[in-house]
T-cell receptor, first 116, second 114 residues
Framework: DADVTQTPRNRITKTGKRIMLECSQT?????MYWYRQDPGLGLQLIYY???????NKGEISDGYSVSRQAQAKFSLSLESAIPNQTALYFC???????????????FGPGTRLTVL | AQKVTQAQTEISVVEKEDVTLDCVYE???????LFWYKQPPSGELVFLIR??????QNEISGRYSWNFQKSTSSFNFTITASQVVDSAVYFC???????????FGTGTRLQVTL
């Protein structure tokens, strides 16, 4: 089973609808992230969370909100979707410990969102 | 602010050729990490390597090798004897130790043909 899972994998919605993307991980990592990928722009950070009680805005948080329901779960919401939020969304996790793997982010498979 | 530049937007090679993907970064931190990720046509992001700013040793893993040079702020990635399965978009990324957030380059699309 994958260590980082995202649901749904594909979603088509209409302008103005509320939508939630979910991310779960079994890696035991304390840090979780949401990114958005647009063609030719690489990945941009939307929100990140270093533990359950910690939520931080990234570069492009406007129009998005998040919830860290548990250490293993981090969801991203679009309160009122608009067409320019059509993109590929990735969740990622990392560990803040002292090991060789510290700060390496591991990504979920992505959610392709289309807003009509 | 940190920045990663991948000047090569797209590279096309014939199978078995060697290819180098360039990555130049900017940061004010003295402690940072550099990464390469692979995004095959299926879309997932696959972690390839992490390099600590204090470790300038080059690394080789099979057909992949990485050249880290702090003097030129570069972290280049070479694929030796490329194969069709290497076709993907490759991203270089930087994380400052104080921030633990990744800044990505815009990616280089590598097309390997027979």
């Amino acid at each position: 089973d994958a260590d980082v899972t995202q649901t749904p994998r594909n979603r088509i919605t209409k302008t103005g609808k509320r939508i939630m993307l979910e991310c779960s991980q079994t890696k035991g990592h304390d840090r979780m992230y949401w990114y958005r990928q647009d063609p030719g722009l690489g990945l941009q950070l939307i929100y990140y969370s270093f533990d359950v009680k910690d939520i931080n805005k990234g570069e492009i948080s406007d129009g998005y909100s998040v919830s860290r329901q548990a250490q293993a779960k981090f969801s991203l919401s679009l309160e009122s979707a608009i067409p320019n939020q059509t993109a590929l969304y990735f969740c990622a996790t990392s560990d803040s410990g002292q090991g060789a793997d510290t700060d390496t982010q591991y990504f979920g498979p992505g959610t392709r969102l289309t807003v009509l | 602010a940190q920045k990663v530049t991948q000047a090569q937007t797209e590279i096309s090679v014939v199978e078995k050729e060697d290819v180098t993907l360039d990555c130049v970064y900017e940061t004010r931190d003295t402690t940072y990490y550099l990464f390469w990720y692979k995004q095959p046509p299926s879309g997932e992001l696959v972690f390839l390597i992490r390099r600590n700013s204090f470790d300038e040793q080059n690394e080789i893993s099979g057909r992949y090798s990485w050249n880290f040079q702090k003097s030129t702020s570069s972290f280049n990635f070479t694929i030796t004897a490329s194969q069709v399965v290497d076709s993907a978009v490759y991203f270089c990324a930087l994380s400052e130790a104080t921030a633990s957030k990744l800044t990505f380059g815009t990616g280089t699309r590598l097309q390997v043909t027979l």
